[in-house]
């Protein structure tokens, strides 16, 4: 069965920590995503990777950055985290080409920042 | 650019009742592929059903059927004999098939069922 694995259900840190989320998948996927959803906003994509440390600005890369150094690890990293990013946080994947319609997404993270 | 806009944020069904999601998208392509994701309480996005745009047979999953008019922009989502199962969050969202790998979701809509 294909998984995509985020390392916490829920994190709770204070404003200006540095925050990791993580990303595992197993299915030998090139696209990792990282999406945020809010009320009222749907999904938003923060930023995503079609390679071993390639990555693209989604809509809303602002006070974000990632790292993927192996293909199936992806990490999201709040340089200095702030109320404002409190969030849900999704990660998912897919393949590159034909197959890539097909995305399989984390469990997701609730990120609360204090 | 893409944009993917569902206007109704909240909506209600009676249980074995029949309900329509409503969704509009913004594209200049000519094909791409459209999806309706379920999202239960558990947050665990579930894909409920794909459409491509060359296609002009609406699909079917079941009980869960779209009505996908690409002149006008629209794919609603029909969903028959509606089960408590069926309360979720549902997501719409478009994906251009030949060029980038960025997935356009809308705002969502939250069903409630009403047993």
């Known amino acids: 069965d294909v998984k995509v694995t985020q390392s916490s259900r829920y994190l709770v840190k204070r404003t200006g920590e540095k925050v990791f989320l993580e990303c595992v998948q197993d299915?030998?996927?090139?696209?990792m995503f990282w999406y945020r959803q809010d009320p009222g906003l749907g999904l938003r994509l923060i930023y995503f990777s079609y390679d071993v440390k390639m990555k693209e600005k989604g809509d809303i890369p602002e006070g974000y950055s990632v790292s993927r150094e192996k293909k199936e690890r992806f990490s999201l990293i709040l340089e200095s985290a702030s109320t404002n990013q409190t969030s849900m946080y999704l990660c998912?994947?897919?393949?590159?080409?034909?197959?890539?319609?097909?995305?399989?997404f984390g469990s997701g993270t609730q990120l609360s920042v204090l | 650019a893409q944009t993917v806009t569902q206007s109704q944020p909240e909506m209600s069904v009676q249980e074995a009742e029949t309900v329509t999601l409503s969704c509009t998208y913004d594209?200049?392509?000519?094909?791409?592929?459209l999806f309706w994701y379920k999202q239960p309480p558990s947050r665990q996005m579930i894909l409920v059903i794909r459409q491509e745009a060359y296609k002009q047979q609406n699909a079917t999953e079941n009980r869960f059927s779209v009505n996908f008019q690409k002149a006008a922009k629209s794919f609603s989502l029909k969903i028959s004999d509606s089960q408590l199962g069926d309360a979720a969050m549902y997501f719409c969202a478009y994906l251009p098939r030949d060029t980038g790998n960025q997935f356009y979701f809308g705002t969502g809509t939250s069903l409630t069922v009403i047993p």
């Open positions: 594209t200049s392509e000519s094909d791409y592929y």
């Open positions: 299915m030998d996927h090139e696209n």
């Open positions: 998912a994947s897919s393949l590159l080409g034909g197959a890539r319609e097909k995305l399989f």
